[in-house]
T-cell receptor
Framework: DGGITQSPKYLFRKEGQNVTLSCEQN?????MYWYRQDPGQGLRLIYY???????QKGDIAEGYSVSREKKESFPLTVTSAQKNPTAFYLC??????????????FGDGTRLSIL | GQQLNQSPQSMFIQEGEDVSMNCTSS?????WLWYKQDPGEGPVLLIA?????ELTSNGRLTAQFGITRKDSFLNISASIPSDVGIYFC????????????FGKGITLSVRP
C-alpha cells in the first residue's frame, strides 16, 4: 500500500544530543513537510521541501535541520539547539499543483521525549 | 501570520446526536480541508473543498466552503463512539508554496 512511514514511533533524547527522525513516502509526491504538534496548539510547520535538494524554513525552524537527497525521503534532525524538543512530530507529503491546492497526507508521527 | 479559529476547544455530545464545527479566518483561502486525528496517530483527511459555496459529503460527514472564502463548517450526523478524536480545519492558498494553515483543533467526545 502507498503511504508515509515515520520511524521510530517513540524516541528519547538525552540533553545535548542530536536525534534524527525518519520519514519515507512511496506516494511519488514531490512535496514533503515536517510539523510539530504540542497539546492545544495544533500543527506548526518546521520545514518543507517541494523538490529534491531544496527546502525552506517554516514557522519554527530554529533548532531543526533537514535534508532532501531523495524524493522519497525527508529526514528531520532535532539538534541540541532546540531547547524544548518534547513534542509529537508529524511528516506529510503532497502533490505540487499550481494553481490548485493539494491536500497533505500524514504519517503516524514520532513522539520525542527528553530523558 | 494567518490564523484559523476553531472553537470551542472541546465538545461533548451524546451518541446519535448531530454536531457542527466551524472554522473561520481573517484571510481568504482557495482550499479548505478537514482532518481527524486519533490519539497517537497522524491526521487523516476527511473532506477537501476547492470552490466557494461547495458542499461535499463523505458518509455521515458534510462540509461546506463558505461563500466569503473565509470560513468552513463540518457537520457530523448521527454520531457514534468512533467519531471521538480531534478535528482540524486547514486552509490553503493555491500556488507554488501552498502551505497549509491549521486551526488548533476541536476535541470531540461522544457519550454512549
Amino acid at each position: 500500500d502507498g503511504g508515509i512511514t515515520q520511524s521510530p514511533k517513540y524516541l528519547f533524547r538525552k540533553e545535548g544530543q542530536n536525534v534524527t527522525l525518519s520519514c519515507e513516502q512511496n506516494l511519488n509526491h514531490d512535496a514533503m513537510y515536517w510539523y510539530r504538534q504540542d497539546p492545544g496548539q495544533g500543527l506548526r510547520l518546521i520545514y518543507y521541501s517541494q523538490i529534491v535538494n531544496d527546502f525552506q524554513k517554516g514557522d519554527i525552524a530554529e533548532g531543526y535541520s533537514v535534508s532532501r537527497e531523495k524524493k522519497e525521503s525527508f529526514p528531520l534532525t532535532v539538534t541540541s539547539a532546540q531547547k524544548n524538543p518534547t513534542a509529537f512530530y508529524l511528516c506529510a507529503s503532497s502533490i505540487v499543483d499550481n494553481p490548485g491546492g493539494q491536500p497533505q497526507h500524514f504519517g503516524d508521527g514520532t513522539r520525542l521525549s527528553i530523558l | 501570520g494567518q490564523q484559523l479559529n476553531q472553537s470551542p476547544q472541546s465538545m461533548f455530545i451524546q451518541e446519535g446526536e448531530d454536531v457542527s464545527m466551524n472554522c473561520t479566518s481573517s484571510s481568504i483561502f482557495n482550499t479548505w480541508l478537514w482532518y481527524k486525528q486519533d490519539p497517537g496517530e497522524g491526521p487523516v483527511l476527511l473532506i477537501a473543498l476547492y470552490k466557494a459555496g461547495e458542499l461535499t459529503s463523505n458518509g455521515r460527514l458534510t462540509a461546506q466552503f463558505g461563500i466569503t472564502r473565509k470560513d468552513s463548517f463540518l457537520n457530523i450526523s448521527a454520531s457514534i463512539p468512533s467519531d471521538v478524536g480531534i478535528y482540524f480545519c486547514a486552509g490553503q492558498w493555491a500556488g507554488a508554496n501552498s502551505k497549509l494553515t491549521f486551526g488548533k483543533g476541536i476535541t470531540l467526545s461522544v457519550r454512549p
